[in-house]
């Protein structure tokens, strides 16, 4: 019986899951520090604080509308993430 046990815990443990943040599937092993790449903030579409920059807008884009990430500045919404961390599941909540 706690052979059975035993088993039951390596196939938990195995079980894939999907991350809410960067929604690549991973296992309990193959979770890292450096695993998941993710933006901590929203991409907006707003007027950006430093104004200095240059960003490019749309032909339909209010003159003072900038679309970027809040957190990195990144301007293109397929941008890899700035963050690095562990993946969180959408079971862990």
């Not at 397929?78 to 993430?81: D, E, K, L, V």
């Given at each position: 019986m706690e052979n059975g046990k035993v088993k039951e815990k390596e196939?938990?443990?195995e079980t894939e899951k999907l991350c809410k943040r960067c929604y690549q599937t991973y296992?309990?092993?193959s979770n890292t520090s450096s695993s998941c790449r993710f933006h901590?903030?929203?991409f907006v579409c707003r007027r950006?604080?430093?104004q200095k920059r240059y960003y490019e807008l749309g032909p339909d884009d209010p003159p003072y509308a900038a679309k970027f990430y809040d957190c990195c500045g990144a301007e293109d919404p397929?941008?890899?993430?700035c963050t690095t961390s562990f993946h969180v599941s959408y079971d862990d909540d």
């Open positions: 196939n938990e443990q296992t309990s092993q901590p903030s929203f950006h604080d430093d397929a941008a890899s993430g």
